[in-house]
């Protein structure tokens, strides 16, 4: 059964996958100018790229070139060994955003264009390295590793460049005065040489080209001349310019905040903080940052996160961590606190899809929790209520030609247990159990034939018979796979104890699927049991609904089930649940649609 570990992490990687758009151009506006001159001669346009030392690179762009193209063309134009982690983002005078590798770069030049037809851009300037312009700008995004140099000398000096804008210019990092300085030094040895060639004082004018502002206007410019001409000859000298890059890495590096990428945030809520906070995504996890000293409020792991929820309606993000996580401390000059019990926390930001797409490609995993906003809004304009209804008739047809044909076992015991106590039960107390039992008339007015809808529908408990007619003696291996379900779930008697243990839930899947993979009637059985506990749950993205589901979604990736009218329950029950587009149950529900194993005729 080992192939079932493999089964479990394709569908993590369908998770990833399924949240990755296909590379089609989704563009809503005309084409530019230039690109349609381009399309004509079905030629390319020479299209500049800046990197952050103020360098660019110029480079032939078909219409057809992706993000990723261009990616490749300026790796081999560099001599860069690796694109591994390097991107292209879009520079704009209202921020900056990443650029997908399936984007195609004339609808971002389009886009451009039109926005400067309608005036809302500052016309283009003849210098190009003016603010306020749109460009293309080639940076590191991804850093796997933040404590290894790279061995490629191009990389190391793209790095340096990234770095000494990171602190100086966007001041990224708590760095003191004293560490500022001996980082000017190793500045001044790549920009201007050896101390020895004698630097005229002007070359050390551009004070906010050495250090970050916060520290540069702590005094007046000139004398900071002089200061920056020692720190020049104390710490470059005698420096070759690789030694000087590598050394200014390295220093840089034992921040705990490099390779992390920050955005501005607003928290929405109450805390002993600053609502205005800088929201840190980093290769380990996340990091809630203090915008002026530069201290880690709270942090945490990718695998700490329960949920990731991005808003479709609005510019929210909300982030849940799992309730075992061990609540962290802020080290700050006001002491040491905890953020008490506190996990879930929600954000405003209009990088939202940024942050989500940053953190599925550091931790895939957590895919499955970030919705495709696009999808979402276009599938709810087109599923009515009346198709809503469609779906669950038929579910509830199926239902009932399951207990026409016998296949299912009617719940005498708790029909018995009803009438043999009805005297002795007070009325308060007979509601409540009916109440329990899902036996009451408001129970979605579906029962059938003594078959409540309770029968069909997710419960947290144990149940005491088989769904189907079985053999007595496999009565009992069928009711304890149900428990196992419980606890691969977390709610059986040892699930909080295995919630997180992975390679125990792996041995719980092996061994259902082993029990029930030995005769058809126990198969049947297992698809009856799943599709209880997947439909109607309270809460659709509850961390056991999905387990579930996951669950769900294997077997049918498997083997289907024998009886025909069991495989029409199967398929009317996955039809209804994947047209729900705002959930990840319905995520889960097109998933095991698209897998079914064999897709047999019904």
């Known amino acids: ?59 032939d762009v078909h219409p057809t070139d992706t993000a990723g193209d261009a990616v490749q063309k300026l790796a081999e134009k560099l001599n860069l060994t690796s694109t591994d982690g390097w991107a292209i983002y879009q520079s704009r005078p209202d921020g900056e955003e990443h650029i997908k590798s399936f984007d195609y770069l004339y609808d971002i030049i389009s886009a451009w264009e039109l926005k400067q037809a309608f005036g809302t851009t500052m016309k283009k300037l003849a210098n190009s390295s003016q603010s306020g312009e749109n460009r293309f700008v080639f940076k590191k995004r991804l850093f796997k590793s933040t404590q290894e140099l790279s061995q490629d000398p191009v990389e190391i000096s793209m790095l340096y460049s990234q770095a000494v804008y990171s602190v100086v210019k966007k001041d990224e990092f708590p760095v003191s005065e004293k560490v500022a300085l001996q980082l000017a030094g190793l500045q001044a040895q790549v920009a201007l040489g050896d101390p020895s060639n004698q630097p005229k004082p002007e070359y050390y004018s551009d004070i906010n080209s050495f250090l970050p502002s916060r520290i540069s206007k702590t005094r007046e410019q000139q004398f900071w001349i002089p200061i920056l001409a020692q720190a020049h000859r104390q ?30 945030v607003n928290y929405k ?43 479709p309606s609005d510019t929210f993000i909300t982030i849940s961590v799992n309730r075992s996580t061990q609540p962290l401390y802020k080290n700050c000059r006001e002491g040491n606190f905890p953020i008490e019990s506190q996990k879930c926390f929600v954000f405003e930001t209009l990088q939202k899809n940024d942050i989500g797409s940053l953190i599925i490609s550091y931790y895939p ?92 529908a997710f419960s947290k408990q144990q149940i005491p018979f088989c769904l189907s007619t079985i053999f007595d003696q496999e009565e009992s291996t069928m009711v304890q796979v149900f428990d196992s379900i419980l606890t691969f779930s977390g709610l059986g008697t040892s699930g909080e104890t295995i919630k997180r243990a ?43 609904n999905l387990k579930n589901w996951a669950l769900l979604s294997l077997v ?28 990840e149950e319905g995520k889960y529900a097109r998933f095991a649609e698209n897998v079914k194993y064999g897709s047999p005729s019904l």
């Open 269 to 311: 809520g109450y805390w002993n903080f600053v609502n205005s906070i800088v929201l840190g995504i980093h290769c380990d996890g996340i990091m809630f940052i203090h915008p002026e000293d530069k201290s880690v409020i709270y942090q945490f792991k990718y695998e700490d996160i329960e949920s990731i929820i991005l808003d």
């Open 365 to 456: 995993s957590l895919s499955n929790w970030i919705l495709n906003i696009v999808e979402c809004s276009k599938k709810m304009k087109g599923t009515t209520n009346e198709d809503r209804l469609r779906l669950y008739q038929n579910v509830v047809v199926c239902r009932r030609q399951l207990v026409d044909l016998n296949i299912v076992k009617k719940p005498q015991e708790i029909g018995g247990f009803l009438r043999n106590t009805l005297r002795r039960l007070s009325k308060h107390r007979l509601e409540k159990l009916r109440s329990e039992q899902g036996s009451t008339v408001h129970d979605h007015g579906e029962t059938y034939k003594g078959f409540s809808h309770s029968f069909w």
């Open 502 to 544: 992975e390679d125990e839930h792996v041995r719980i899947v092996q061994s259902i699927m082993e029990k029930c993979m030995k005769k058809e009637s126990l198969l049947n059985e297992l698809y009856l049991q799943l599709i209880k506990q997947t439909t109607d749950h309270p809460d659709a993205n509850s961390r056991v």
């Open 1 to 59: 059964m080992k192939h079932l570990d493999g089964k479990l992490k394709q569908y993590s990687q369908w998770c990833f996958d399924n949240c990755k758009s296909t590379k089609v151009s989704t563009r809503t506006y005309p084409p530019s100018s230039v690109e349609v001159a381009a399309m004509r001669r079905l030629g390319t346009i020479v299209c500049r790229f800046f990197f952050l030392d103020a360098r660019t690179k110029a480079i």
């Open 556 to 583: 049918c990736s498997v083997i289907l089930p024998s009886i025909k009218s069991i495989r029409k329950y199967l398929i009317a029950h996955l039809k209804r649940c994947s047209s729900d587009f705002l959930s």
């Open 235 to 264: 710490y470059g000298s005698s420096r070759n310019e690789l030694t000087a890059k590598v050394l200014y890495l390295s220093c840089v590096m034992q921040y705990p905040l490099y390779g992390t990428t920050m955005f501005n």
